[in-house]
């Protein structure tokens, strides 16, 4: 433990590391870790979608041509994929285009800003995904950070805050969670849907984004939010959405949500208003490409082998560089996208800044805390899918040498 050395032991760590540290810096590195991107060897995998159909291949099951205007909640098959996916009815299924975060934006418009008076606030899990608070602070709702635990949201806090009337919904990733990679307990599910907020618009938006990336085992089975809200009698609480941006090409996928009849009528109006419809035809190359659900896990097991490794050189290189010496801690998902990893109070920032002036380019220092504002600025979240893996392994190892480094600065000047 780095906290029981002597100032003489630490300043001969510092000197040595600060060599190491000069040597990653002159070796030319330059690699963007800052964002959760598909690597090259994962999108290879959907090439296929290409030729998914041939050009007379453009009608839907139920003869819909999806060359044209129309159908604004999605083709009947992709409405089944999805809702065998995410355990819903296909009648509870709205589809959208290639970004579940623009139904989640539309979602936040519609349900809780259109037709409200005063202030909203949001509930926002955090550490928590940077894109689902960027929405929020957008569209001037106020956020209010709550504990994760390794169960999910601290359900006492959330129980404390839903008092106030103007808090209006809370954001949720109940499936390796985006950073830490945790998986929400059925407790905790069952405490979600049992809520009783002041506010009668509030809204659970529920993103399941990575609910069929495991790269270890089976996709973990957590209770269904919209059968739990509707079995407490808050059947309109729970928005539920998912989409293939990790799963086909992120940039030309399909999403969805779920939700209650009534809140689909509603969001169905709002959308009617920006678009005639959305893009059939690659719903359609979607279904010819998967087939069903079972198709969608066949394939993520693909994905899987490829992401194993890549977890399997962030992991190791973190135990093996600094485990024991008490100047970081982490969490080893089994599927997602990321490492959350947490150095000493007050390092974070520095680590990041370290990392960048040595050609490495990790995701801003507080970008999982709502404004950004890490209280401890600890945490860092490391994004290990785009890289090679000869580029990934020297990348943490150059991230390891900057944990020290900045520790040891810490510890010095203490």
């Not at 780095?2 to 810096?25: P, V």
């Amino acid at each position: 433990m780095y906290t029981d050395l002597s100032k003489e032991s630490l300043q001969k760590l510092y000197r040595h590391c600060k060599d190491e540290y000069g040597q990653y810096k002159a070796g030319g590195l330059a690699l963007d870790m800052s964002r959760g991107k598909p690597g090259a060897d994962q999108l290879d995998l959907s090439m296929a979608l290409f030729n998914a159909l041939d050009p007379s291949d453009y009608k839907a099951g139920d003869g819909t041509d999806c060359r044209n205007y129309g159908g604004i909640d999605g083709i009947p098959e992709m409405k089944k994929l999805f809702a065998d996916l995410m355990e819903v009815r296909p009648e509870e299924v709205l589809v959208g285009a290639n970004a579940s975060l623009a139904l989640m934006y539309e979602s936040v418009v519609a349900y809780i800003l259109r037709g409200s008076k005063g202030k909203r606030k949001f509930l926002c899990p955090s550490p928590g995904y940077d894109r689902h608070f960027a929405i929020t602070e957008y569209l001037g709702v106020e956020m209010i950070p709550i504990a994760m635990t390794p169960s999910g949201p601290n359900m006492d806090e959330v129980r404390k805050y839903i008092a106030d009337p103007a808090v209006a919904g809370m954001w949720c990733v109940p499936v390796f969670s985006n950073p830490q990679g945790v998986v929400y307990s059925d407790e905790v599910i069952r405490e979600i849907a049992a809520l009783k907020p002041a506010a009668e618009d509030f809204r659970i938006l529920w993103d399941n984004a990575y609910i069929v990336h495991s790269f270890e085992g089976a996709p973990p089975k957590v209770l269904n939010l919209l059968r739990e809200c509707e079995a407490q009698g808050n059947g309109d609480m729970a928005l539920m959405f998912t989409s293939f941006s990790k799963i086909s090409f992120p940039g030309a996928g399909v999403s969805a949500m779920a939700a209650s009849p009534s809140n689909l009528a509603k969001m169905r109006n709002h959308l009617s208003v920006q678009t005639i419809g959305p893009d059939k035809l690659n719903q359609l190359r979607h279904v010819r490409f998967f087939k069903d659900a079972q198709g969608v896990l066949e394939h993520m097991k693909k994905h899987g082998e490829v992401l194993r490794p890549k977890f399997n050189i962030v992991l190791d290189t973190l135990d093996t560089k600094l485990k024991g010496k008490g100047i970081g801690t982490w969490l080893k998902p089994k599927g997602g996208y990321f490492v959350a990893f947490d150095s000493l109070p007050g390092c974070a920032k520095r680590i990041v800044k370290l990392c960048a002036e040595a050609g490495l380019i990790l995701t801003t220092a507080g970008a999982a805390y709502p404004h950004g504002n890490d209280p401890q600025d600890s945490n860092i979240r490391i994004a290990p899918t785009f890289p090679s893996l000869k580029q990934l392994k020297q990348a943490m190892e150059l991230f390891c040498v900057a944990v020290e480094l900045a520790a040891l600065e810490k510890l010095l000047n203490e």
